[in-house]
């Protein structure tokens, strides 16, 4: 079965720009969860999403915001990029939980410019 | 506030041997742990993981410990090999915090032939 599928793979954008992110689950998970990647930050957490609905959040400025839409595709979009915006941006979809089972997809690299 | 805390970032062992990574964590309210491990241009897999009501749990040449008291746990590979060599994360998941999952700095892991 496919598996969590993100694009685009790679993004450079200028600072200022605004940018967003696609993320589709794998077949019949519905929660979609968000997380960047910076280098000695390890992987921190964004938001997540379950049937359309934000359940959590993380310690990120209002300029990311995100979304998921009825066949649990989910979007993610940063505003007014700033150049420490560029990380790899990751992607994880479950049924419903961890316990479940927790699936990344391969990644947006967004560079800032 | 890293709440989750892997302190070596990197870590060399021969092929054969034994491989531990340590992850230490704060919050008193994590009560499930996961290991990823990830390799360049990929993202995270899931390895292996464990409930707070155990202190063991095994999979094939992987095993994680977790030391509730000491706020611990480690990640034993056994023997190491060549294919190992990837970045591993330790994760914690808050028990009312749904999807909620913190993830770890990462540790490098490299085996050498």
């Known amino acids: 079965k496919a598996g969590v599928t993100q694009t685009p793979r790679y993004l450079i954008k200028t600072r200022g720009q605004q940018v967003t992110l696609s993320c589709s689950p794998i077949s019949g998970h519905r929660s979609v969860s968000w997380y960047q990647q910076t280098p000695g930050q390890g992987l921190q957490f964004l938001f997540e999403y379950f049937s359309e609905t934000q359940r959590n959040k993380g310690n990120f400025p209002g300029r990311f915001s995100g979304r998921q839409f009825s066949n649990s595709r989910s979007e993610m979009n940063v505003s007014t990029l700033e150049l420490g915006d560029s990380a790899l941006y990751l992607c994880a979809s479950s049924l419903a939980g961890v316990d479940y089972g927790y699936t990344f997809g391969s990644g947006t690299r967004l560079t800032v410019v | 506030d890293q709440q989750v805390k892997q302190n070596s970032p990197s870590l060399s062992v021969q092929e054969g041997r034994i491989s531990i990574l340590n992850c230490d964590y704060t919050?008193?309210?994590?009560?499930?742990f996961l290991w990823y491990k990830k390799y360049p241009a990929e993202g995270p897999t899931f390895l292996i993981s464990i409930s707070s009501i155990k202190d063991k749990n095994e999979d094939g040449r992987f095993t994680v410990f977790l030391n509730k008291s000491a706020k611990h746990l480690s990640l034993h590979i056994v023997p190491s090999q060549p294919g190992d060599s990837a970045v591993y994360f330790c994760?914690?998941?808050?028990?009312?915090?749904?999807?909620?999952?913190?993830f770890g700095t990462g540790t490098k892991l490299q085996v050498i032939p």
């Open positions: 994760a914690a998941r808050n028990s009312g915090g749904y999807q909620k999952v913190t």
């Open positions: 919050n008193s309210m994590f009560d499930y």
